[in-house]
């Protein structure tokens, strides 16, 4: 799983560091870098929004000391209406007071803006709360369109059909290729 990618523009890594985690993000972000030196040749991207995914400039600073190449990709969160980012359990709406929480974590439907990065063959999506100890370019090369972490047992809460029965997924490591 070494070597740098034939283009630059050819794989992204994206990720979402926020001002409230950037001792984690700034760790996860280094731990990648030292376990895999080709991730250096990959676009790096993190993604930011000024209402849900805030960063500062001192800390966007502090993160291209860490990495000189690291893109920062300031997006519109608009699309994350309530509707969106509702959770449902049992085929109903989670009651009031779990819902009122989300707004905090409406950073995690940014992801979904994976699928306009048009110019790249595949794109890898790192939830910056992990620490990197093995090369993960390599995921680049599997054969499959999209790649995800299954996880845990059978759950109602998230599915393609909400309240269906199926295996969970975990997207806090994904690989998308084109076409999607």
Not at 28 to 48: E, H, K, Q, Y
Not at 160 to 178: A, C, L, Q, T
């Amino acid at each position: 799983m070494q070597g740098a990618p034939a283009a630059a523009a050819r794989w992204a890594i994206v990720s979402c560091i926020t001002d409230n985690f950037i001792g984690l993000g700034g760790t996860f972000l280094s731990s990648l870098l030292a376990a895999d030196p080709a991730a250096a040749g990959c676009d790096f991207l993190l993604l930011t929004c000024p209402r849900y995914a805030p960063l500062a400039e001192a800390n966007r600073a502090l993160l291209r000391r860490i990495h000189p190449g690291i893109r920062f990709w300031d997006v519109d969160g608009g699309f994350l209406s309530e509707e969106t980012v509702r959770r449902w359990r049992d085929g109903k709406v989670v009651k009031a007071g779990i819902d009122a929480a989300l707004p905090g974590k409406r950073s995690v439907f940014l992801k979904l803006l994976l699928l306009t990065l048009e110019r790249h063959e595949a794109v890898m999506w790192l939830d910056s709360d992990l620490l990197v100890r093995r090369p993960l370019t390599g995921l680049f090369r599997l054969p499959a369109r999209l790649a995800m972490v299954p996880a845990g047992r059978p759950v109602l809460d998230f599915g393609v059909e909400y309240g269906s029965r199926g295996p969970p997924f975990n997207s806090g490591v994904m690989v998308v290729k084109r076409p999607y």
